[in-house]
């Protein structure tokens, strides 16, 4: 058996926000809205990022988070952080560096320099 990955998804209380929020800075599209309950953003790599409508989103650290690669790594997180995202760490080791952030709901993510 082979599982390929097709969507992470999400828990939010605000799915249509937080999905063209991210939508934005992935260069991804909304492709599903399904009346703000349940929204899917399709990146251009292929993989999608649902974003789900709940009361009440699981509290405490995210057990899953993505990573993402950018050309010009300072760049693209002060445009993140500028558009709401939030810090939380700078990271390095030998040949490696990258930073960790917050959507505008708080979901850790990690922005690494292209390698």
Do not use: Y
Not at 3 to 24: F, N, Q
Not at 57 to 79: I, M, Q, S, Y
Not at 83 to 102: I, K, N, Y
């Amino acid at each position: 058996m082979t599982l390929s990955p097709a969507m992470i998804t999400v828990d939010t209380t605000d799915a249509l926000t937080l999905g063209r929020w991210w939508a934005e800075h992935t260069g991804g599209e909304i492709v599903e809205e399904n009346d703000g309950w349940f929204v899917m953003v399709a990146l251009p790599s292929g993989l999608r990022l649902g974003f789900q409508k709940v009361e009440d989103p699981t509290p405490g650290k995210n057990r899953v988070h993505v990573d993402f690669v950018a050309e010009d790594l300072d760049a693209t997180v002060a445009a993140l952080r500028a558009a709401g995202a939030g810090h939380v760490g700078d990271h390095e080791m030998p040949g490696f560096r990258w930073v960790t952030l917050s959507d505008p709901d708080g979901n850790l993510f990690c922005v690494s320099g292209s390698h």
